[in-house]
C-alpha cells in the first residue's frame, strides 16, 4: 500500500551538504503532508522541517537557518536539502507522510506514514 523510500543518507564533513530524498508510493501524493523527521543517538525524535499540500513549510530551530524541504508533486518525492552540517545533525533521518490536515505543527508527532529510515553522519 502506501510505501515511502529514503535515499541519500551518508557520511559528510562538518560544513558540507547534502540532499535527501524521499520517494512515495500508494498514495495520493499533492494532498499530502510530507515532513522529515529525525532521531540521534541518546536523544528523542524530532520533527525536522515538513511542508503541506498547500505549501506551508515548518522547520525546527535548530535548521531552519540550514535546511531546506522540498516537494515535487508530479514525481511523488520530496527533498531535504542540508547545508552547513553540524556533527549535531548526525541521526538517522525519516520521512513521513500525513493525510490529516495540522493547522498547528506542534500536534504533528505520530505521522501516520514512515519510511524505513537513512543515517545521516556529520563529522567533525
Known amino acids: 500500500q502506501v510505501q515511502l523510500v529514503e535515499s541519500g543518507g551518508g557520511l559528510v564533513q562538518a560544513g558540507g551538504s547534502l540532499r535527501l530524498s524521499c520517494s512515495a508510493s500508494g498514495l495520493t501524493f499533492g494532498i499530502y503532508l510530507m515532513a522529515w523527521f529525525r532521531q540521534a543517538p541518546g536523544k528523542e525524535r524530532e520533527l525536522v522541517a515538513a511542508?503541506?499540500?498547500?505549501?506551508?513549510?515548518y522547520y525546527a530551530d535548530s535548521v531552519k537557518d540550514r535546511f531546506t524541504i522540498s516537494r515535487d508533486n508530479t514525481n511523488k518525492a520530496v527533498y531535504l536539502q542540508m547545508n552547513n552540517l553540524k556533527p549535531e545533525d548526525t541521526a538517522v533521518y525519516y520521512c513521513?507522510?500525513?493525510?490529516?490536515?495540522?493547522?498547528?505543527?506542534?500536534?504533528?508527532?505520530?505521522?501516520?506514514?514512515w519510511g524505513q529510515g537513512t543515517q545521516v553522519t556529520a563529522s567533525s
Open positions: 513521513a507522510a500525513d493525510d490529516r490536515d495540522f493547522a498547528d505543527f506542534q500536534t504533528f508527532r505520530a505521522p501516520r506514514y
Open positions: 511542508k503541506t499540500s498547500g505549501g506551508r513549510v
